[in-house]
């Protein structure tokens, strides 16, 4: 229990400014979610009420967070983005389709996508709410169809473009580009000792390996003076 309270506050809180702040995130993301909402009416033709889709599909905002937030993880790369999104999407309404039970549809969506985009290299959290959210209404009373494909696909369009432009005029390039930093003096470790620790450990970390080595180079070269 200790170790949680000391930790609760663990991560570096971030300024409103400067490097990632916070408000950079925030209007990144609040941009991108009324894009989208706009590119989706236009995709789809919405002139009266009640819409036939949703303009927006929730797990679009956990996507943007992972997108403007930490735009450096390997979960928020465009293919992550896109591949983890759609699959899942669709995973779900065919998994509600065949099944029919929401909750036993919804537990069977989210394990299958789940494998199929680590498979993919697309693994991307939200595409786990994608799931969940699709085979709930695909084997609910509202018996989504596959049109509703339509709506993530528009939303998820327009958060990789402004993902794509906004972090790069920010400078964040996205997709995300380790920082090459030069070899410290006589190193102490190769790429492959980074790549043989983590199996080691038998942990994802939620991080480049370029980056970490990127990064320990780095470290040693002011250790050293360099």
């Not at 929730?58 to 967070?65: E, K, R």
């Amino acid at each position: 229990m200790l170790y949680w309270i000391r930790n609760l506050a663990a991560p570096v809180p971030q300024a409103a400014v400067g490097h990632l702040g916070w408000l950079r995130g925030a209007l990144g993301a609040a941009l991108a979610i009324a894009l989208a909402a706009g590119l989706t009416a236009m995709l789809l033709g919405v002139s009266a009420l009640p819409l036939p889709l949703p303009l927006l599909v929730a797990p679009l905002g956990a996507s943007a967070v992972l997108v403007f937030c930490v735009p450096a993880s390997p979960l928020a790369q465009p293919w992550p983005v896109i591949g983890g999104d759609l699959v899942s999407a669709a995973v779900g309404l065919a998994v509600g389709h065949a099944i029919g039970v929401p909750w036993l549809a919804a537990s069977l969506a989210l394990g299958i996508a789940i494998a199929l985009m680590s498979l993919l290299r697309c693994l991307h959290p939200p595409g786990g709410a994608c799931a969940l959210l699709y085979a709930l209404g695909a084997a609910g009373a509202e018996h989504w169809q596959w049109a509703w494909i339509g709506s993530i696909a528009a939303n998820v369009a327009a958060l990789t473009a402004t993902g794509w432009l906004y972090n790069n005029m920010t400078g964040h390039p996205w997709p995300h580009v380790p920082v090459r930093v030069p070899p410290a003096p006589a190193p102490a470790y190769t790429r492959a000792d980074i790549e043989a620790v983590l199996a080691d450990w038998n942990e994802v970390l939620d991080v480049d390996i370029d980056d970490l080595d990127a990064f320990c180079q780095a470290l040693l070269r002011k250790g050293r003076g360099g």
